[in-house]
């Protein structure tokens, strides 16, 4: 029998409704929930895999206290004994919570109401700290409150989308397919994409700026200025609905000649761009971590808003700036207070009102009267001795962070160190003197909210395995052991959305944005069928917008005290970074399969088919300019730190800049943690770090020995110079490099793999070429083949790691695995591009070879690109690829 729940999936922001099916064997598989408005059954490769991602392997399933299993009352007692004791003897301030956008609402909201309520400290901030800080404090200046305006529709119906600073192709896939599915009903319709790379989201976009790092305030500045001097303004809206507007007129004029330089854009696309945005009336800006994550953050964010208020081009179907929210629970962490600089419902902690009724509401002893520290702030003060105990919940800082090898530092060093996390073996684990597993996704319930404000359930299919339990109540544990039992009596996720929903309502008149008091007292059973809605929903009942989809502020409306929004006077100014010994942009971000620290997507072999190496994106001329040839490895530094990578040298990739992704740790590769070389530098209002332009510089890393392998177990870390594996269908696969040989190569493989000394290795040695090959066969089951050369090993990795699961019982098939090729009747995929069905780039060109000429016509044969979708802008550039060499043969 096939029991079937309605969930959300756990990743980003866009917050697809997902199926879960668990069969009577236990098997789960999960498809989209047709129902849900976010997706109406889509999915990308990452929501596709999640039930890969379920197994237990690597799981944290006990309480652990200095690395010995313990039980949840001795954990949870030394926890409260230890926070108690240095609130007792250094103050409130002396213990720092930080937490995730990846915790449900109400896991956050019962850390928050514990942290700024009960402790009396607002040392609580968040990993959207370095996600969302500067959208948020953008949106509180010139909204006067948190305020995401409009909805996914308006993506839809908008005639012209901006994507500034979104990969959204492969970041928020399903959003890129919901706009690429309307461009082709609507085909009048238009993209703009702004980024100093050519990503896949180009593929829908009609022009690519390619601005120069942190260029985006000169380039909206420019654009309000072009709009007061063609006469685009909304002078109505201006006038009725805002204030501010001269000012920031005026800076923006006054930084007009220097936009080509500040952009490194022409003035021949500056001029159509904004020729575009100016004759279009139904315009929608989003924007996600290419404006967030920089020095310039919260400005980037209202010049943006400015173009849209100064053209009244907000809260109307199809018009918007729209902030795109990068985790599942991003938004709900907003909700609940869950940044160091805010209270409870979109309150505020610096007004006493706020504060007054926040504590009067929880019936608090105390409330924190002051902001409490910002991330890296934190992570100083944790560094400094001033946090004496500190407890990171559902983040890896020790990867995630910028100086990353400081904040391990920090982490290490601190007195008292709690971590809940769901892995046992994370970089941050490492440093933790207490390990409290919390449920994952699939075992623990509550709600989440998406970019839209659309709040969801996530729901429970699975038992939590050995002692995990939900993270708030977790908390909740602590917070009774601390003597706050009282406020922290929940019995169910239920009671904490009911008062949660209540303190949103609580006083609120339509003073404050975020209300869902038609939610106070909600049932257990109403919780359960909760349907996805999306704010507000007050208690009054009103619908705030009759028989349609509520946005703000099309008729002004905004939460400042005269309820007019203010536009910012912002200037743009030169960011230079490099210099003679740093001299390349290092620029960083996401890939399409992997989920930030890999702790879950690096599980599954599907999604790690797409890159199964830390790799750095180079501009051909650069690489040359440094005598770097394509596959070989580099080393990229900078006063911080070091990274060891593979060089993927692309066109796509802009001049003097290199970008290398966020999600290598040390559990997957020997140095791949890029945030060891990125200062903490931040924006000086939203205290977000500047993620996306750090100096660097990059060289060949020089190896004697390069070695491939694939094996049935995971290789021992530490086993070479340079390593990084990944999961595959049936094991393991590895890429590695040594700066001097082993004495014996087949001694090395038996010790980075513990083989028994029993089983037989199968040996090969090149004189000519140097080339050394080792397997080892146990019975008609390949073990372990490793191939290491004097240059990058020539084996074709994706017919290699097909090996592992095949039966050898001929010689030819094994001698065929010892020469690292495939016999006739063993085709090779190429590297994969569909993770879906495993469709490989040799199979893709292939089919096009053979008279496939669209994307539909590859689906069709091949299936690829038919389920999820997300490879499909790069099934079409290896058709266009290929069609372009046709055409060139042809004229040849
Ligand atoms: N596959 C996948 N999807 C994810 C995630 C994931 O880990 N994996 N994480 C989720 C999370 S938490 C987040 S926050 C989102 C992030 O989603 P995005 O923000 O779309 O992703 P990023 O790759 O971080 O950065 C986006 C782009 O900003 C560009 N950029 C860099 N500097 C500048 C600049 O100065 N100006 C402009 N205009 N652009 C610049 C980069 O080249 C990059 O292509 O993704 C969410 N979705
Ligand atoms: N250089 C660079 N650095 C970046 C970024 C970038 O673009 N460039 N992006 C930044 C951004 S936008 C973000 S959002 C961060 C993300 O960075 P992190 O938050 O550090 O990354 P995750 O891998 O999502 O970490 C989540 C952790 O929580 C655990 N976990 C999963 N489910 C649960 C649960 O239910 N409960 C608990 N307690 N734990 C759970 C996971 O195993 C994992 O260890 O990285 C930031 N860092
Ligand atoms: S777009 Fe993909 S990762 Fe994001 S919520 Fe939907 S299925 Fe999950
Ligand atoms: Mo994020």
């Not at 399933?61 to 949870?76: I, N, Q, S, T």
């Not at 399409?592 to 879950?600: I, L, N, S």
Request: aromatic share 8%.
């Amino acid at each position: 029998m096939m029991v079937e729940t309605k969930t959300t999936c756990p990743y980003c922001g866009v917050g697809c409704g997902v199926i879960a099916s668990v069969a009577g064997d236990g098997a789960v598989s999960v498809r989209g929930d047709p129902e849900h408005p976010a997706n109406f059954g889509r999915l990308c490769s990452k929501g596709s895999a999640l039930a890969e991602t379920l197994d237990l392997e690597g799981r944290l399933l006990y309480p652990e206290v200095f690395g010995k299993r313990v039980g949840w009352d001795e954990a949870l007692d030394l926890v409260a004994r230890k926070f108690s004791a240095a609130i007792a003897e250094h103050g409130p301030d002396s213990i720092a919570f930080y937490v995730s956008g990846q915790l449900l609402t109400e896991d956050y909201y019962v850390a928050n109401k514990l942290m700024k309520g009960f402790i009396g400290s607002a040392n609580i901030d968040t990993n959207s700290r370095l996600c969302m800080a500067s959208s948020v404090a953008g949106h509180r200046r010139a909204f006067g409150a948190d305020t995401v305006p409009g909805v996914y529709e308006d993506l839809e119906q908008a005639d012209l989308v901006i994507l500034t600073g979104s990969n959204l192709a492969w970041c928020h896939p399903v959003l890129y397919q919901r706009i690429a599915a309307a461009r082709e009903k609507r085909p009048e319709m238009k993209v703009v994409l702004i980024d100093p790379r050519r990503t896949m989201t180009c593929d829908i976009a009609d022009m690519h700026l390619g601005v120069r790092p942190d260029g985006d305030v000169a380039l909206f500045n420019g654009l309000l200025a072009y709009l007061a001097r063609t006469s685009a303004l909304d002078d109505d809206f201006i006038r009725d609905h805002a204030n501010g507007f001269a000012e920031a007129l005026a800076a923006a004029q006054m930084g007009e000649a220097d936009i080509p330089s500040l952009t490194g854009l022409s003035s021949e696309e500056i001029e159509a761009f904004y020729r575009l945005f100016e004759t279009t009336e139904k315009v929608v800006t989003c924007y996600s971590q290419g404006v967030n994550q920089s020095s310039s953050g919260t400005n980037k964010v209202n010049a943006i808003i400015n173009c849209h208020l100064a053209t009244g081009r907000i809260g109307r179907p199809g018009t918007g700036p729209f902030s795109l929210t990068g985790q599942p629970n991003a938004m709900g962490g907003r909700e609940v207070g869950g940044l160091a600089n805010m209270l409870a419902a979109h309150m505020e902690i610096e007004n006493p009102t706020h504060r007054e009724r926040v504590r009067r509401f929880w019936n608090a002893p105390v409330i924190a009267e002051k902001p409490g520290l910002k991330a890296v702030d934190m992570f100083r003060a944790v560094a400094d001795g001033r946090i004496k105990a500190l407890w990171i919940m559902g983040t890896n800082p020790v990867v995630s962070m910028p100086d990353a090898d400081g904040v391990a530092d920090a982490i290490r060093n601190c007195p008292f160190v709690v971590v809940s996390d769901i892995m046992r073996d994370t970089d941050t684990t490492r440093y933790a003197h207490v390990l409290l597993p919390a449920a994952g996704w699939g075992e623990k319930d509550g709600t989440v909210t998406n970019s839209e404000r659309r709040i969801s359930r996530q729901r429970p299919f699975l038992d939590s395995p050995g002692e995990a339990r939900a993270d708030w109540r977790i908390i909740g544990g602590v917070a009774t052991r601390m003597g706050f039992g009282k406020a922290f009596a929940y019995e169910n996720p239920a009671e904490i959305f009911a008062e949660h929903a209540a303190l949103s309502g609580f006083e609120n008149e339509g003073e404050r944005d975020f209300d869902i008091g038609g939610y106070t007292g909600i049932s257990g059973a109403d919780y359960n069928g909760l349907k996805p809605f999306q704010w507000p929903v007050p208690a009054q009942n009103t619908p705030l917008c009759p028989g349609g989809t509520f946005r703000f502020f099309g008729n002004g409306g905004f939460y400042t005290s005269d309820r007019k929004a203010r536009f910012i006077a912002v200037q743009s100014a030169a960011t230079e970074r490099t210099n003679p010994d740093f001299p390349l942009v290092l620029n960083t971000g996401r890939i399409r399969d992997q989920w930030h620290t890999m702790t879950r997507t690096g599980k599954s072999a599907r999604l790690s088919a797409h890159f199964a190496e830390p790799f750095a994106e180079i501009n051909p001329a650069d690489a040359k300019a440094l005598g770097i040839a394509d596959a070989a490895l580099v080393r990229i530094a900078s006063p911080y730190g070091e990274v060891h990578v593979r060089a993927l040298i692309t066109g796509r990739q802009s001049r003097s800049a290199v970008f290398v992704p966020m999600h290598w740790t040390d559990q997957f590769a020997s140095r791949g943690r890029v945030d060891a070389l990125v200062p903490s530098v931040t924006d000086s209002t939203s205290g977000q770090p500047a993620l996306k332009h750090v100096a660097v510089s990059v060289e060949p890393y020089r190896a004697q020995f390069y070695g491939f392998a694939v094996s049935a177990a995971r290789p021992a870390p530490g086993c070479a110079d340079y390593f990084a594996f990944a999961k595959v269908e049936h094991g393991f696969r590895m890429e590695c490099a040594f700066a001097e040989a082993p004495e014996s190569w087949e001694a090395w493989c038996r010790k980075t793999w513990q083989l028994p000394d029993a089983l037989c290795a199968l040996a090969y040695f090149d004189r000519e070429t140097g080339d050394r090959r080792v397997a080892f066969f146990e019975g008609v089951r390949l073990v372990l083949a490793f191939y290491a050369a004097r240059g990058p090993v020539a084996v074709s990795r994706s017919w290699a790691v097909t090996q592992l699961g095949l039966t050898h019982s001929e010689a030819r098939r094994r001698i065929a695995v010892m020469a690292g090729r495939p016999g006739m009747d063993q085709p090779n995929p190429g590297a994969i591009v569909c993770s879906c069905f495993s469709i490989g780039v040799n199979q893709i060109t292939a089919a096009i070879d053979g008279g496939c000429g669209s994307v539909e016509e590859v689906g069709a044969t091949l299936r690829a690109g038919t389920n999820c979708g997300s490879c499909r802008s790069e099934i079409r550039e290896i058709l266009d690829a290929r069609h372009r060499k046709h055409r060139i043969q042809a004229a040849e």
